[in-house]
């Protein structure tokens, strides 16, 4: 299993989403800090999830960051997180 579907894993199990997209956007960051040859170190999401109702913005990314947390041990630079509850999106 690569990091991508490890990263889906991840967050289906911690967050069940109704909304779910991650994208390896390494490709993007070649030369940039954390910036490793075969990539799979720069990834964006996008979630809708009803965990995230009643939370700011900083709640939710620290769900996220806890159910990534081995990914981020093992390589993973960068994360960008589009997150919100339902009705929000």
């Known amino acids: 299993m690569n990091r991508l579907d490890r990263i889906r894993a991840a967050l289906e199990e911690a967050l069940a989403?109704?909304?779910l997209d991650v994208q390896d956007d390494s490709h993007?960051?070649?030369?940039?800090?954390?910036s490793r040859p075969g990539g799979e170190t720069h990834y964006l999401a996008r979630v809708v999830s009803a965990r995230f109702t009643g939370l700011?913005?900083?709640q939710r990314q620290r769900l996220v960051n806890e159910a990534l947390a081995a990914e981020f041990a093992g390589g993973l630079h960068a994360f960008s997180m589009e997150l919100k509850a339902p009705g929000e999106a």
């Open 17 to 19: 989403p109704e909304s």
């Open 28 to 34: 993007r960051h070649i030369g940039h800090a954390g």
């Open 56 to 58: 700011s913005r900083v």
